[in-house]
């Protein structure tokens, strides 16, 4: 069965960046808006308690699940590649910290050509996302739709792991996202009250009784329609029926770094001989589709706890669960409310690096896989995050159904320098868990464990135990050269009334965490789609 239906703006994807979309395009009462969500809508209770994204990392009913094809410098593993599909895309099940990325990197985005994307350009767009608990200044946002907290509690490990960054001779830093990213600190989250405040709570929620807006969940997008070189909707599918709904303005493709480049080369828009291996015909021959991708790699390693005082104790057996879901269901606090990571320390590991390039952080827990059981004794992991990887590789379709998942491929440590910097960061983050206010807490450190001591030998151990802190972007990147896939106003070069906005349009990947700057594209994207509608 057949259905059309006709709206201004079909985006596809309520992620990071759709929600955003979805809320400013409906904002002024002119433009009808369909979105198509692929994921259901975000009642389970797990997607907003801020400790449940443990549990999300392998829910098949929020998270594509992805892997990575076999890595070739990372003894050839394929790598957990998580992707959230739900309202609210990966920011329903992410990390929750909230680190925008360096002013550098913004500033080279515009040095390669994006006129509008330096740092001054876009800081007016993280302020206006942002409601920072601590209040507004220069450099951040007071009454955003986005609540970014402190810590409700403060462990005494994240404490300490401050400290012994600053017995190394890093300096204290209270602001990530401030005049300086360089030092040691606590993290904030994008939480309020305790409770995870994804895109779909922040933007997507209070636009939804807007006439103008439709929202529709697991519901595919399979193809973009193409007049020509013009979109003019898109096809979809939603309880086991095909339908189309048409854009007499613009399908903005907001799917994400994975799902963007697939739709676009499922549709015809990508590398000729690709597309003509799985009989697609060719709206528009350009070989930059998923080309790039680049990703956070990650050095992990793990530390056993003298005392119980870790995640692993708190909440491991079922005992310590219900005290800290009563704990949380009466007050907010507690164990359940802790993010990802607590604390951290930006550090210049490499000679040659001029800003921070590894990002090292301490988790208050420990397991075998990520993801998995935790430990029964009570640990701590370190993840070293390589903050600008020179690293590129892509993402190709491996079928023409839409629901079989593209090869990705982010062809982690491919060079030398990308190799360096891991093993060097790994370095700088067990001198901190060596030092006195954290030697205090430790017991042994139990991967590598102490007899890895040399650069070779630690580098293998980061090859074969590594993973990635899911920030992959640039697989549609925005640019002025022969592989650019979007112009600086986000538009599907040679093709009109497309557009993509989301993490894949990064022209490299931020020195940070995703979430906020891909918010920030997406504020900043709606700005110049509704400029180019309104006029
Ligand atoms: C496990 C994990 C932890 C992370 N931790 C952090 C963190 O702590 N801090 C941080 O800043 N960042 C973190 N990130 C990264 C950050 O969340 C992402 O960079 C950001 O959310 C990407 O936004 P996006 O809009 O590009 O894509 P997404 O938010 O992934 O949204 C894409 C949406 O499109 C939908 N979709 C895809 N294909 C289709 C289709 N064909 N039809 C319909 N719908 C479709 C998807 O289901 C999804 O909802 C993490 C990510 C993950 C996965």
Redesign the pocket.
């Known amino acids: 069965m057949q259905e059309t239906e006709t709206y201004d703006f079909v985006i596809?994807?309520?992620?990071?960046?759709?929600c955003v979309l979805a809320n400013r395009l409906t904002a002024s009462g002119r433009y009808r808006v369909l979105v198509?969500?692929?994921?259901p809508a975000d009642r389970n209770l797990w997607l907003h308690i801020p400790l449940g994204?443990g549990r999300?990392?392998t829910d098949r009913r929020f998270?594509?699940c992805y892997a990575t094809e076999p890595q070739p410098e990372c003894a050839g593993r394929a790598v957990i590649a998580?992707?959230?599909?739900?309202?609210?895309?990966?920011?329903s099940?992410?990390?929750?910290?909230?680190?925008r990325g360096q002013a550098e990197d913004f500033n080279l985005w515009r040095q390669l050509g994006n006129t509008g994307w330096g740092y001054d350009d876009v800081l007016p767009y993280f302020r206006k996302s942002e409601a920072n608990e601590r209040g507004a200044d220069e450099l951040h946002g007071g009454d955003g739709p986005v609540a970014v907290s402190n810590a409700r509690d403060q462990h005494p490990l994240a404490l300490a792991y401050v400290e012994a960054a600053q017995q190394c001779g890093f300096p204290r830093n209270d602001d990530f996202n401030g005049v300086s990213q360089e030092g040691a600190g606590l993290y904030q989250t994008?939480t309020r009250d305790g409770v995870r405040c994804s895109?779909a709570t922040a933007y997507l929620k209070p636009a939804r009784r807007r006439a103008n807006l439709l929202v529709a969940t697991d519901?595919?997008?399979?193809r973009i329609l193409f007049e020509g070189r013009r979109a003019t909707g898109i096809e979809?599918c939603r309880g086991g029926e095909t339908r189309t709904a048409l854009a007499s303005r613009e399908v903005i493709v907001?799917?994400?770094?994975f799902?963007?480049p697939?739709?676009l080369q499922l549709s015809g828009v990508g590398p000729a001989a690709l597309l003509r291996s799985f009989g697609i015909p060719v709206v528009a021959d350009m070989p930059g589709v998923g080309e790039g991708l680049n990703d956070h790699y990650a050095g992990r390693i793990m530390l056993r706890c003298r005392e119980p005082i870790t995640l692993n104790d708190a909440v491991g057996g079922w005992g310590g669960k219900v005290k800290a879901a009563l704990h949380y269901a009466v007050s907010r606090r507690g164990y359940l409310t802790l993010?990802?990571?607590s604390a951290g320390c930006f550090v210049r590991a490499h000679p040659l690096s001029e800003t921070p390039d590894s990002q090292c952080s301490m988790a208050l827990y420990s397991g075998d896989s990520i993801g998995g059981t935790l430990h029964a004794f009570p640990g701590v992991t370190g993840v070293c995050t390589l903050l600008r990887p020179e690293s590129r590789g892509y993402v190709r379709i491996k079928s023409a159904d839409?629901r079989q998942a593209p090869a990705i491929h982010p062809n982690y440590l491919a060079t030398e320098r990308d190799r360096e910097t891991v093993v060097a960061g790994v370095k700088a983050m067990r001198r901190i868990f060596r030092a006195p206010a954290m030697a205090h807490y430790i017991a042994e450190e139990i991967e590598p464990g102490a007899a890895c001591d040399n650069d070779d030998e630690l580098l293998d151990f980061i090859r074969r135990r590594g993973s990635t802190?899911?920030?992959?972007?640039s697989t549609c990147r925005m640019g002025q050269d022969a592989l650019a896939v979007t112009d600086e106003r986000l538009r599907v070069r040679g093709i009109s009334g497309l557009r993509v906005i989301?993490?894949?349009i990064m022209p490299a990947v931020v020195s940070?965490?995703?979430?906020?700057?891909?918010i920030m594209i997406?504020e900043k994207g709606a700005d110049m789609v509704l400029a180019d509608a309104d006029t």
């Open positions: 596809v994807g309520a992620g990071s960046a759709g198509l969500e692929a994921g994204f999300l990392f998270n594509w998580p992707r959230g599909k739900v309202l609210g895309g990966s920011s099940i992410n990390g929750l910290i909230y680190i994008t895109t519901a595919l997008t399979t979809y907001s799917s994400g770094t799902n963007s697939q739709l993010a990802a990571i839409p802190t899911y920030h992959p972007v989301d993490a894949s940070g965490n995703t979430n906020a700057a891909t997406g």
